[in-house]
């Protein structure tokens, strides 16, 4: 096995920067993958351990930084929307026409807005793409009160109190089902 090849000194005073103004917990991980190599000099086994990874992730880091330099941090990571249909601004672009009647109380269905966001991303869509694209910005399903918000306590208890007592003397008078009066 080769030994290791080192890391400059402005890599590693790079590298302290670039840890204190991480933006988020896998941008600070990525950080301290070549942190801990650079100036503990720890092996790819033990920085996996340490940081949970898989030993191949380790290496195939360590060896971009090598060839590309410590500026392969500072880009952004994998991920994002590789497979979207509009862009974040466009789908609220296309949310504002219909915000209009969701603000005056009205109900918007689902139907027309898969149609625009079709006509928009020129290519058909699931239902539950809209709804994730709802729930992405923020909207979500209204459901109706389980009361009306003007009714009267008192009343309700007045209306049960009076409207109960015609039938139950009946009941009690009617002789039950396959028993014989008499």
């Not at 301290?32 to 290496?59: E, F, K, N, T």
């Not at 990571?77 to 219909?98: I, M, Q, S």
């Amino acid at each position: 096995m080769r030994p290791a090849q080192p890391f400059s000194s402005s890599a590693k005073r790079k590298l302290v920067t670039l840890l204190a103004h991480a933006s988020s917990p896998a941008e600070y991980e990525r950080i301290l993958c070549i942190w801990l190599r650079a100036s503990l000099g720890l092996s790819c086994q033990q920085i996996a351990a340490v940081l949970g990874w898989h030993p191949g992730s380790v290496r195939n880091l360590q060896s971009r930084v090598l060839r590309e330099g410590v500026s392969v941090l500072e880009q952004p990571g994998r991920g994002g929307r590789h497979r979207a249909h509009l862009t974040l601004a466009e789908e609220e672009g296309l949310l504002a026409d219909f915000c209009f009647a969701a603000g005056q109380g009205g109900v918007v269905e689902a139907g027309p807005l898969r149609v625009a966001y079709e006509k928009q991303g020129e290519h058909p869509v699931a239902k539950s793409t809209l709804y994730r694209l709802l729930a992405r910005h923020g909207w979500r399903k209204l459901v109706p009160r389980p009361y009306h918000p003007e009714a009267s306590a008192e009343a309700q208890q007045a209306f049960k109190k009076s409207s109960g007592a015609w039938c139950v003397p009946k009941l009690l008078n009617k002789p039950s089902r396959g028993v014989r009066s008499g």
